[in-house]
């Protein structure tokens, strides 16, 4: 199974800031995601990160607000730009390991925003 | 589109007896179905999964899912709730049909387990 480490496991963030949540995975994966997990909510998927090329974002969800970049099969960032309250949320990446067919997940990133 | 539908909210069930955790799908071709476990503050884990073959998958710490594909349905399983089963899970689904897309989850279902 792939190893998902993500970085900062938590932060306190002060409203208009940005902050970049990276993820680095302990095998090349072709497949790396983005969700995000508001407070008493599912999993909702921000962008397919590919690498090599520009994220694909889901409805809802831009490239201004959320730029991420994939430089290598291996590490991804994710940053929320221009943050406010309502960005406060569970921010997890994930990696589609194609040969088992599974989705492995870090263990988030708590951003709360003040 | 892919979808899936978790209709119980909470779950509660006395230490010792069954335990089942609802799930329903809807995708337009053959699903490949998931159950999560999140426990606080942390990620979600992989309990089990369905592809083809036998409709009864055993997974992660005795528990189970029964995939019915003429109800849509996955529901997860486990014969003996333990205290320490009291987590959050998820239910998700893919749709085969359309290669390596991300997985569509459920909106959870938290199961309280009472000694």
């Known amino acids: 199974s792939a190893v998902i480490s993500q970085k900062p496991s938590r932060d306190i963030c002060q409203r208009g800031t940005s902050l970049t949540i990276q993820c680095q995975v302990d095998?090349?994966?072709?497949?790396m995601f983005w969700y995000r997990q508001q407070p008493g909510q599912s999993l909702t998927l921000i962008a397919t990160?590919?690498?090599?090329?520009?994220?694909?974002?889901e409805s809802g969800f831009v490239i201004d607000k959320f730029p991420i970049s994939r430089p290598n099969l291996t590490f991804s960032t994710l940053t929320v730009s221009n943050m406010s309250p309502e960005d406060s949320s569970i921010y997890l990446c994930?990696?589609?390991?194609?040969?088992?067919?599974?989705?492995?997940f870090g263990e988030g990133s708590r951003l709360t925003v003040l | 589109a892919q979808s899936v539908a978790q209709p119980e909210d909470q779950v509660n069930v006395a230490e010792g007896n069954p335990l089942t955790v609802k799930c329903t799908y809807s995708v337009s071709g053959n699903p490949y179905l998931f159950w999560y476990v999140q426990y606080p503050n942390r990620g979600l884990q992989f309990l089990l999964k369905?592809?083809?073959?036998?409709?009864l998958v055993k997974g992660s710490y005795g528990f189970e899912a029964e995939f019915n594909k003429s109800q849509t349905s996955f529901h997860l399983k486990k014969p003996s709730a333990l205290v320490s089963d009291s987590a959050l899970y998820f239910c998700a689904v893919r749709d085969l049909q359309r290669g390596n897309t991300p997985l569509v989850f459920g909106k959870g279902t938290r199961l309280s387990v009472i000694a």
């Open positions: 994930s990696v589609l390991q194609a040969s088992v067919g599974e989705l492995f």
């Open positions: 369905y592809i083809t073959g036998d409709n």
């Open positions: 990160a590919n690498q090599g090329s520009e994220a694909t974002y």
């Open positions: 095998s090349q994966v072709t497949m």
